[in-house]
């Protein structure tokens, strides 16, 4: 029987059926365990003593998993830039990293013990922890050092170490002296599945089909002082048309937004009269199937003849405001406002226009009971329900009140979480942030970007420069267990952070407190915060600036981890008398220009003046 010629057979390819003749497979370990024998790199580091030093400071992985070709190529690209200057005749000395904290190691002990975070004790549980992360920077060192790596792998940096918790901590509170870091309510992205704020570099867009709704909002007349707006609409309703594709946050809209140049139309239509952008008034009338529509009235977003509108299932009044970044590209013209549940939302409407910040939602994604909305006092059967599958109910809801022109899919990009994958929402909690522009932070990164660092590719000045320029205020504030506390105490009576007034910090006294945590971080690692009384945290008789009181409580969320890799400059560089700041060399894959590069340029720029 003849046998049929394989693809690979007509290919006329070389056989790869035999025994490797450089039998690499049993010569790579006997070549490695030779340069270990006889003490090779000790070797090359005793013989560079004295000679001119060239730093490469290691990004750290991710203490998670075995490795894979990512990492392979990170560290001999690496291996290659380092014996490259030692041959060079220069002092090279490369310490190798790990990020030992956060979200995916905490997942994953969580998961060995089958609980939810509420279900497990926090101390016991970070120890854990460590002995996970532990376990994999074991088994990455090997796989490491079987790629042919030379480095202090005997004595890496990790970031859950007690000496690099201390410098994290340090770094915070000399942030927090110089004014860069406050806490405030403000939206942040929140991921329900993980139940933490996120940064902007943990967030992935992907596409996603939403429900978009089409509300009217009846106009208050009552104060409307245009003459001919009130003659046209009188003996019929009028509304103000908005277009969504978060019908959920609608229970927490304080606010309808125009844009101040666009031209506005009141148009009369069989059923009502509606006030919507002139430009989008074609497209409106084919989806909305206005037949008749009579254009009544032309006006510019600056002067719009009315200031208020009623919210459509509530009891209570909207204002109407101006906002730069409302287009004309899809809706009406006019968007909804909720700053508790979105940036430019908090910017225009509470920062600029004092609006009420509303987030009926807690941390899991659910309505829940509130004071301030109303929402769920009025509407009882949205309690404990997620606002992704409120979303039809509200939809109905709008649909009972007589709000509801038009509802259907809308196919769009939206943010995800970089770890759970699940899309996350916007939610006004009570955050820790690093401000950006405080003493021109942004400005100084944008000018050492710009002519002190050196990158190649060139275009990666442009990449980061890019995202510098438009990134917001950085989120510190991570509501989880594994990783370095928020090091802040606040008075329990007064509420004031370190018991003392904004603006107001005895140096001398904030630095005993800082000397205190960080050495106490040193000593017992960042467990110690959760071990130890608030007491043991300040000065023996300390009390309360601002009301006297002697009882303080600790901050029980945790810093990003993006902030303990970040801050490595601090930790490993200026630490390390071997090292020294800065380093000659960051070399990472592009990812990084929106991760590390970014957090270290951060934090380096606003404790150094200077890039890292």
């Known amino acids: 029987m003849t046998q049929e010629k394989s693809y690979k057979d007509t290919l006329n390819l070389p056989r790869t059926d035999f025994p490797m003749k450089a039998d690499l497979a049993r010569r790579e370990p006997e070549m490695l365990a030779a340069w270990e024998a006889e003490d090779l790199y000790g070797r090359i580091r005793r013989k560079a003593a004295g000679k001119p030093r060239y730093r490469l400071h290691d990004g750290p992985p991710y203490a998670n998993g075995h490795i894979h070709i990512g990492h392979a190529l990170n560290k001999i690209l690496k291996d290659v830039i380092v014996r490259y200057q030692a041959m060079k005749g220069r002092d ?64 890496p940096y990790l970031t859950m ?20 870091i406050e806490q405030r309510l403000k939206p942040v992205p929140w991921c329900w599945e993980c139940e933490t704020a996120l940064a902007d570099a943990e967030l992935e867009y992907e596409d996603k089909t939403s429900k978009a709704v089409y509300v009217a909002f009846p106009v208050v007349k009552e104060g409307c002082g245009n003459e001919e707006f009130i003659a046209l609409t009188r003996g019929s309703g009028v509304f103000v048309l908005i277009w969504t594709t ?52 032309r006006f510019p977003g600056k002067e719009i003849p009315f200031s208020w509108a009623r919210h459509p299932f509530l009891e209570r009044n909207t204002k109407v405001i101006e906002a730069a970044y409302v287009s004309a590209s899809e809706g009406t013209g006019f968007v909804h406002i909720a700053p508790g549940h979105g940036e430019e939302d908090y910017q225009f409407g509470h920062l600029e226009n004092a609006l009420p910040i ?100 060139d275009w990666g000045k442009n990449r980061i420069g890019s995202m510098v320029e438009t990134r917001p205020d950085w989120c510190l504030s991570r509501q989880r267990y594994w990783g370095v506390p928020i090091p802040v105490l606040a008075c329990k009576n007064c509420r004031l952070f370190f018991g003392m007034p904004p603006g107001q910090n005895a140096p001398e006294t904030f630095r005993a407190i800082r000397e205190k945590i960080t050495r106490l971080f040193e000593s017992e690692s960042a467990d110690a915060w959760f071990e130890k009384p608030a007491s043991a945290f300040l000065p023996e008789g300390y009390r309360c600036q601002g009301c006297g009181g002697s009882d303080f409580e600790k901050e029980t969320d945790i810093i990003d981890v993006w902030f303990d890799s970040g801050v490595s400059h601090q930790a490993v560089l200026k630490k390390n008398p071997a090292f020294g700041f800065p380093a000659d060399l960051y070399l990472e894959g592009s990812d990084q220009h929106r991760g590390w590069f970014q957090s270290s340029l951060t934090t380096a720029m606003a404790l150094e003046g200077q890039p890292p």
């Open 161 to 180: 170490a007690p000496g690099y918790q201390s410098a994290i901590a340090g770094a915070f509170l000399d942030l927090y002296e110089k004014e860069y």
């Open 246 to 297: 978060t019908p959920w946050t609608l229970p927490a809209n304080t606010g309808i937004a125009c844009h101040p140049e666009m031209t506005y139309v009141l148009c009369r239509t069989p059923k009502a009269c509606y006030v919507v952008a002139e430009d989008l008034l074609a497209s409106l009338r084919e989806k909305l199937q206005w037949e008749a529509c009579e254009v009544l009235m």
């Open 92 to 155: 090279a000395l490369y310490v190798p990293g790990w990020d030992c904290h956060g979200l995916p190691i905490e997942h994953q002990c969580l998961k060995d013990m089958g609980k939810r975070k509420e279900e497990v004790e926090r101390t016991a549980f970070r120890k854990q922890a460590r002995q996970y992360a532990e376990k994999f920077v074991a088994i990455q060192r090997e796989e490491f050092k079987r790629l042919g790596i030379f480095g202090e792998w005997q004595n």
């Open 358 to 457: 509303f987030s009926p939602v807690d941390g899991k994604g659910r309505f829940e009971e509130d004071r301030l909305s109303g929402f769920v006092a009025a509407y009882p059967d949205f309690r404990g329900l997620h606002v992704f599958k409120a979303n039809d109910k509200i939809t109905e809801l709008l649909e009972a009140k007589g709000a509801l022109l038009l509802a259907g899919p809308h196919f769009h990009s939206y943010p995800h979480c970089w770890r759970c994958r699940k899309p996350v929402i916007f939610r006004a909690t009570p955050q820790w942030f690093l401000k950006i522009d405080k003493h021109d932070l942004r400005l100084k990164m944008k000018e050492a970007i710009d002519g002190q660092i050196h990158f190649t590719p």
